[in-house]
């Protein structure tokens, strides 16, 4: 079931970096929301249609929307940006943009270690740039059928989408109030940025093991409970991108991270082995290549039954890229079964982190 969001005004989404009002001026922005948000706010509102917060804590709806400090028994995978009915991607970080150039993104060449090279480089392979000019890290977004020719792995250069065609940041300010005089609090002003969706852009999650959902609605979403609008959408956008032809013919494979993900290591998911870099996953076996992966970022949130912060989470970004090598006899296709399309977090992944997007490697 796929349901596409619209907001009717501003959102705010904010990271879980701390913010007191009085001691900072400024509050991270971060978009598109984690899926965590997104979850909560599905969660919240089927809370609400079913019940009561008293009935949720009490676990009169256990069997579908767990209890507080347990997960729901449904899932969702997302959220993705939608325009115009057609998804778009956060750049992978395997692609490069040259230096004091837009418009066009190129893949590093990935290219087995060096023999001779005497380097603490842990991998056997490595992501390089063999051109002469020099290059940028990339930003900005794909567009869905640029992002479906880099997973099939048969271009090098591709283009670039920027964040203005999809949204626009509003700054806002803000002042404190004295609850108990009705009166702004002196040295307590403070900015903050806001996200507008352009008219034609709207975010879209597919969401698994729940039967009924109302086919239009109003839920709340990020910082000050926006309203959204939600629908389900009729036409099943995720299938061309689900039914990707993989061949898999080097044994090797990407992996993208639509969504960030929390892993127990950090960087490296738990079923790696720090010194071999193999590890098993659901009967396959692999090896990481190499890797090409952004600054962590920290996933929190507010537990609405307790009143308080949950514990902070170190998590990959979206748009990180695992290179893995096929180690044992298996299907191709259990293969993807296995990794393409699937949340594969060590933690949260019913809560749509980890999201994974297999692609191929096809140049040795």
């Keep these: 079931m796929l349901i596409k969001l619209k907001p009717f005004d501003t959102l705010f989404f904010r990271n879980s970096r701390p913010f007191t009002k009085g001691e900072d001026t400024w ?84 290219t087995e270690k060096p023999s001779l090279l005497v380097s603490d480089f842990p991998f056997d392979y490595g992501l390089l740039w063999k051109r002469e000019e020099n290059i940028d890290d990339a930003a900005g977004w794909m567009e869905e059928l640029n992002f479906e020719d880099y997973l099939k792995g048969e271009k090098q250069e591709f283009g670039v989408e920027k964040d203005e065609i999809f949204y626009k940041i509003e700054d806002k300010v803000g002042i404190s109030i004295n609850k108990a005089k009705g009166t702004s609090e002196e040295g307590h002003l403070y900015r903050f940025s806001m996200v507008r969706l352009m008219e034609d852009t709207g975010m879209v999650i ?107 989470k170190k998590a990959v970004p979206a748009g990180s890229v695992y290179y893995f090598k096929i180690l044992n006899e298996v299907d191709k296709e259990k293969v993807k079964e296995t990794f393409h399309f699937k949340n594969i977090s060590d933690e949260k992944a019913e809560e749509g982190f980890g999201l994974s997007i297999m692609g191929e490697v096809k140049r040795l």
């Design 27 to 110: 509050t991270d922005f971060v978009f598109p929301p984690y899926p965590s948000t997104v979850y909560g706010a599905i969660r919240s509102y089927l809370i609400f249609k079913m019940g009561s917060l008293r009935d949720f804590i009490e676990g009169k709806f256990r069997d579908i929307l767990g209890v507080p400090g347990e997960p729901a028994k449904f899932t969702i995978k997302g959220p993705f940006l939608m325009k115009e009915d057609k998804l778009v991607f956060k750049m992978p970080y395997d692609l490069v943009k040259l230096k004091d150039e837009d418009g066009k993104v190129f893949l590093l060449d990935f």
């Design 206 to 312: 597919k969401i698994e093991g729940i039967e009924e959902f109302d086919d239009e609605g109003v839920l709340q979403l990020g910082g000050e409970r926006k309203a959204v609008a939600f629908e389900k959408m009729v036409k099943n956008s995720f299938e061309d991108l689900e039914n990707l032809a993989l061949t898999l013919e080097t044994d090797i494979f990407k992996i993208y991270l639509a969504t960030p993900a929390i892993f127990k290591k950090g960087w490296l998911p738990d079923w790696i082995d720090e010194k071999t870099l193999e590890g098993e996953f659901k009967g396959i076996r692999v090896k990481l290549l190499t890797c090409a992966i952004g600054k962590y970022i920290t996933i929190g949130g507010w537990d609405m039954a307790e009143g308080e912060s949950k514990p902070l």
